[in-house]
């Protein structure tokens, strides 16, 4: 509420609080913004994983996107937003890199593992439920009840794999049918792929609370459009990037419900029937409130206009994404594919010792942080990395100073300031539903126009007005 207050403008306010400095600010985007949300998020999430976002952050915007920067009008010659062909081409390729590097190894290794165990279990004719339940020492008689539940209860395996085989086929055979410049083998080979991808982002959202669906879906969205290359190739794209972002949150948001529903002793059965329903009532609720968005929006500007009230930027983004890949890998930026197999290397080489690390108990398995939380920065920016580090930080010296007070309760204040800080959102809707705007811009300059104009401002109220 306090913040609310000093909002009154574009980037006005504490959410723009230059800390480090103005430079830092204008051209790195390192600032603090005084999320409570992010804060928060920060004393949940585990230290390496925010100090490897905060290391990520430095490596992107402090060092690596600087020295790109210098490049331009010898790598790459455009500083639109909205094209691959400058700088966006090497952040979205480099990060992507990274992600799918790290998820495709996590979930080899993880096949790899699981199919050794369940190896070894029917050789033993055992499941390996009732033994761990009963001869791990570890477990509480609380833990012991959740997965009495969450086992119990537990999904026949053939359920999902049908369900998502015959959703599969009903979409391959619709969504061309709908779409006619995609094929039915072009959303064939994509839900055959889709399960890797949505491993990749699930695995990264349960380590930093951070979906990133859309770099999925960009990428996705290049490769068809670079695959059908011919009119049309750009609502092809389009229509696979819906299809896989949808698919790629979904599932992450799934796997977030079922590891809550087993926190609360809830029946698997139930959380899924919870996100069947859902989903019904969304399919008859969301097309109802994008008529009446297109209904409001009818006496101004159609949507995604430049005119209209709800211009839809990003629209313009993906639009030039499908545009590029129509044109294929010739069109991004030089050195581009060079950086990107560089980074395809190094991750897989960082993982390889955080995994043998682990296996021998070396204390250095701790210290190396995973690559997708380093890769969020390089898309996300890295303001909320400093708000993260600083959650990190109080709860350190919280456990420094009274440890089992700081494990009973800091999860509750992790908790209160997340919903805290979510809960404003309400009232400052209302605020704005009745034009009742912030009544003070606080915000900083460094040069330019808007110096001069201040400048000329505050001349002109004297000494007395000036202090």
Request: net charge positive.
């Amino acid at each position: 509420m306090f913040q609310w207050f000093f909002a009154g403008g574009n980037n006005c306010g504490f959410q723009s609080f230059p800390i480090f400095g103005l430079e830092l600010y204008k051209r790195n985007r390192f600032y603090f913004d005084f999320s409570a949300s992010f804060v928060g998020l920060g004393m949940i999430v585990p230290h390496v994983v925010n100090f490897g976002l905060l290391f990520g952050a430095i490596t992107s915007w402090g060092l690596l996107y600087p020295f790109l920067q210098s490049k331009r009008g010898q790598w790459y010659h455009t500083d639109s937003r909205t094209s691959l062909s400058g700088m966006n081409g090497y952040k979205i390729f480099i990060a992507v890199t990274m992600i799918i590097t790290e998820g495709m190894f996590n979930f080899i290794k993880l096949l790899t593992v699981s199919s050794i165990d369940l190896y070894k279990k029917r050789q033993q004719n055992d499941s390996g439920k009732i033994k761990y339940m009963l001869t791990s020492p570890s477990l509480s008689y609380d833990d012991r009840r959740r997965l009495d539940v969450f086992l119990g209860q537990r999904i026949p395996l053939h359920v999902p794999v049908a369900g998502y085989i015959g959703c599969a086929i009903v979409c391959s055979v619709v969504i061309p049918w709908i779409f006619q410049h995609i094929k039915l083998y072009h959303m064939a080979l994509l839900f055959t792929i889709l399960p890797v991808f949505t491993f990749c982002n699930t695995y990264g959202t349960g380590l930093t609370d951070w979906s990133v669906a859309q770099s999925y879906g960009r990428f996705i969205q290049f490769v068809i459009a670079a695959w059908v290359a011919v009119p049309g190739a750009v609502i092809a794209s389009l229509a696979a990037c819906g299809v896989s972002v949808a698919a790629l949150n979904v599932s992450s948001q799934a796997m977030q419900d079922l590891k809550t529903g087993y926190m609360t002793s809830t029946s698997p059965r139930a959380v899924v029937a919870g996100h069947i329903y859902g989903v019904l009532i969304g399919s008859v609720i969301i097309p109802s409130i994008f008529l009446a968005f297109e209904a409001n929006a009818k006496s101004t500007a159609p949507i995604g206009s430049k005119d209209s009230e709800y211009s839809c930027p990003s629209a313009a983004v993906y639009r030039a994404i499908g545009l590029l890949g129509k044109r294929g890998v010739k069109e991004l930026p030089d050195h581009c594919i060079t950086l990107c197999l560089v980074t395809f290397f190094m991750t897989l080489a960082i993982e390889t010792i955080r995994l043998v690390s682990q296996r021998r108990n070396w204390k250095l398995h701790s210290f190396i942080p995973c690559m997708i939380a380093i890769a969020l920065p390089f898309l996300a920016g890295p303001y909320f990395t400093i708000d993260m580090c600083l959650g990190s930080v109080l709860l350190i010296i919280w456990n420094k100073r009274n440890r089992p007070h700081a494990e009973l309760l800091s999860s509750a204040v992790a908790a209160g300031l997340i919903c805290g800080d979510g809960l404003w959102v309400l009232p400052s809707s209302v605020l704005s539903i009745f034009n009742v705007h912030p009544p003070i811009c606080m915000k900083f300059l460094s040069s330019g126009k808007q110096v001069d104009i201040a400048d000329s401002f505050l001349n002109t109220l004297g000494p007395h007005g000036r202090t």
